[in-house]
């Protein structure tokens, strides 16, 4: 069994020894391999510049993972994969678990800069699908706006879904069991068939169920001695509630597939995908103890679940297609947090028990409708264009509901009504985004081609916020009014593109481009003045201008691909907060301030033989505050947050014969991430994954072993804020896991 997918692959640090090690076994399979003409990587087509074109003929540095490659690599969620893409980070940068999440790509970090995509829908970052039935996984580096729009200014990532096939009856059954080290077991199943009903129907649908186990636990003590003694009052009252963490996954996809003619096809699909979780993946404090202790044994549940319904449309023209396509996004999140700790001391005497527990809950309910239609030219010409047009709605309700009830034994109960709520808000919002995009590539000679194009945007938003709570009863005198207001912008981010083709093996490419994200109302600016505060009703769309030069490069006689891109990032009128209005989470944001990142990724992908393939890359960014504009927390200098410099990882493929039936295949993976700075400008420090799998390919049958994080490396992935805000929180890494695959395909 062989991997041919290799490009998205990355070099990884601190692995000398690795790599020697490597080099000695491949020796002799790259003497077989100057011997063989028809071992060539196999030819990758990616969608990346909406037309199906191969991944070394786009100047652009893309980065692509195939279905194969994420199951050799045991990928399921986000984190699985992204540690793999030079220049991809990721973590945590607000309140709980489900919508704080983010990533970005080169260094460009914050809200609304790094687009997350489903086929052709623009889906919220903070999501995770499982990547079950995924054709391929596309992450494109720099600014994107003119073909994919607003919230693209790093790049973005895209998964790219298979279709039906009306060629034959197929379909795959997976099973899995694992281990997790100190914690409980994981499991698996998933299963995908597809029907062909004609020569011009089909049918696909795929189902999955994933338990992922815990390994947190919960030490209960109800006089909370040992919270107050910060860990040594143990008196023997306490009990131990093990792997608080687990969750579990189930979800479905279905798509049909019509021909209506030889011309006109119709693909209506649909994606659902819920997850349950009885806590989330954060310890206090220190990232080696995997006991929380807390006063009572509150479950600290939360659910995410969502579903995309969508709609493709293609008509194939003489020279072109025509695409439309149409979908709706539905999400639901639901967080809830023990604030017992923080009330403890903000009610009662400093670090004192309570009676009764207390939580915090946040919610968030979020629907997108988004269609888009484009032409595709296919001339035998010189010129080749893209044009198409573009809507969006997106209507959002979040926040915290009245239920953080002051607990009994608090000498400030008796201040308020029975059943009062410490604090609540809810912010409803309703985005609209129009656009006009298009490229023009023109062959200016046979070898060099001009590619300009760009994105006319209208962007109209209205917010409003209210609040409530003894808080505000206590320190404000009541709630502030409900404070609501709107934006509205418009502007073109262009696109230049230079590739020359310097021979059959490479091609040369230099690209200037604007990425944009788009601005919003100041829903606090009744607020903020009543504290004295003079801000902005609204704030625009940043300005950022992103310079890159780059190459793909074919070696060894189609044995092997080296591409490389280098960029600079000019980042100016930044979205940043420039007020706390009394704190409260009564923030204003503003066009203020400027960083900038350099840096550059590099991958290379070998066969050396038919039994031995090894890949890698690499990708580094300095991103950097040059002007912080009037925020007090910032300074000129300061690192964006969550960007390490360095990341990367290396993968060696072997394939054994072992009769002729049996095929035998082993992969070893290893990721590196350097050190960075959180978003509550905490460091993290740099860590090393490694991964192995040693399998059997049995004809239809497919048997592996594994071991996911070889040497139980804890790895600091955020640091997320509490809804209740009294802890230093880490969120971490999955220990060791040590497990069984069984697949069949049919």
């Given amino acids: 069994m062989k991997s041919k997918m290799r490009i998205r692959k990355s ?21 077989q391999a100057q011997n063989d003409d028809e071992l060539m990587l196999e030819e990758i087509i990616v969608t990346a510049t909406k037309r199906a074109e191969s991944i070394q003929d786009i100047p652009l540095s893309v980065t692509a993972i195939g279905q194969e490659e994420l199951q050799l690599s045991g990928a399921v969620e986000f984190a699985d994969y992204a540690t ?33 995509y489903i086929n052709d829908t623009a889906v919220p970052i903070t999501i995770d699908p499982r990547v079950i039935d995924i054709s391929r996984i596309e992450v494109l580096r720099g600014p994107q706006g003119s073909l994919f729009g607003a919230r693209s200014m790093g790049g973005l990532v895209r998964l790219v879904t298979n279709k039906p096939s009306t060629e034959e009856f197929s379909g795959s059954f997976h099973a899995g069991l694992a281990g997790v080290h100190e914690g409980g077991t994981d499991y698996q199943f998933d299963s995908t068939i597809n029907v062909p009903l004609s020569d011009s129907a089909a049918f696909k649908v795929t189902g999955y169920y994933i338990n992922d186990a815990g390994f947190i636990d919960r030490l209960v003590d109800p006089d909370a001695s040992s919270i107050i003694a910060s860990g040594v009052g143990l008196n023997g009252d306490e009990s131990t509630n093990r792997n608080v963490n687990q969750d579990e996954t189930f979800g479905f996809a279905g798509s049909l597939l019509l021909r209506l003619s030889d011309n006109v096809s119709i693909t209506p699909g649909i994606l659902y995908q819920k997850t349950n979780s009885e806590g989330p993946a954060f310890v206090d404090d220190d990232i080696e103890n995997f006991t929380k202790a807390r006063q009572f044994d509150v479950e600290e549940t939360g659910r995410d679940e969502w579903y995309l319904a969508s709609l493709e449309t293609e008509i194939y023209l003489e020279h072109g297609q025509i695409v439309n396509s149409t979908s709706y996004f539905d999400r639901e999140t639901l967080d809830i947090e023990d604030s017992t700790l923080f009330t403890m001391g903000f009610f009662g005497p400093p670090s004192a028990a309570v009676a009764s527990p207390t939580t915090t809950t946040e919610v968030s309910d979020e629907n997108r409708f988004t269609t888009e239609t484009r032409y595709v030219s296919d001339f035998e010409g010189s010129i080749n264009f893209i044009a198409g047009v573009f809507y969006q709605e997106i209507d959002t309700v979040g926040g915290f509901p009245p239920d953080s009830i002051i607990p009994e034994g608090s000498p400030l109960k008796a201040l308020f009504p029975p059943g009062s709520s410490f604090f609540s808000t809810e912010t409803i919002s309703n985005q609209k985004e129009f656009g006009l995009f298009g490229e023009v590539s023109v062959d200016l000679t046979d070898s060099l081609t001009l590619t300009a194009g760009g994105r006319w945007f209208d962007f109209r938003s209205n917010v409003s916020r209210t609040d409530g709570g003894a808080l505000y009863d206590m320190f404000l005198g009541g709630p502030p009014p409900a404070g609501a207001n709107s934006a509205k912008e418009n502007g073109f981010n262009p696109r230049f593109a230079l590739e020359y083709t310097a021979s059959d093996d490479l091609t040369l490419y230099a690209n200037i481009a604007k990425g944009f994200r788009p601005g919003d109302a100041n829903v606090n600016e009744a607020t903020c003045a009543a504290f004295g505060e003079d801000v902005p009703s609204s704030f625009d769309s940043d300005s950022l201008w992103n310079y890159e030069g780059g190459f793909k490069l074919t070696w060894l006689g189609g044995r092997g691909t080296f591409n490389g891109s280098a960029f600079h990032i000019d980042w100016s009128n930044r979205q940043t907060q420039i007020a706390n209005c009394g704190g409260l989470g009564f923030g204003a944001i503003g066009n203020v301030g400027s960083a900038e990142a350099t840096g550059f990724e590099m991958e290379f992908a070998v066969d050396f033989s038919e039994a031995v393939s090894l890949s890698g890359g690499v990708g580094y960014v300095d991103s950097r505050i040059t002007d912080p504009g009037p925020t007090t927390s910032l300074s000129a200098g300061d690192p964006l947050f969550n960007v390490p410099s360095w990341n990367g990882a290396l993968a060696l493929d072997l394939a054994v014969p072992i009769t002729s039936e049996y095929d035998g295949y082993a992969r070893i993976d290893f990721r590196y991430v350097g050190s960075s700075t959180s978003a509550q400008r905490n460091e993290r420090p740099d860590y090393t994954m490694t991964n192995v799998r040693f ?11 594994y071991a996911s994080n070889l040497f139980d490396t804890r790895a600091n992935l955020a640091d997320p804020v509490e809804l209740s805000d009294s802890l230093n929180l880490i969120a971490v890494s999955r220990p060791r896991t040590i497990g069984i695959d069984l697949r069949r395909g049919f």
């Fill in 11 to 31: 070099l990884g640090f601190g692995l000398s020894s690795v790599a020697v090690a490597a080099a000695s076994l491949l020796g002799a399979g790259v003497a």
């Fill in 84 to 116: 793999a893409v030079p220049n991809l980070s990721f973590g945590f940068a607000g309140e709980g678990r489900q919508t704080s999440r983010q990533f970005q790509l080169r260094g460009i970090s914050g809200a609304n800069t790094t687009a997350f």
């Fill in 695 to 705: 399998g059997v390919q049995m004809g239809v049958w497919d048997v592996s072993v």
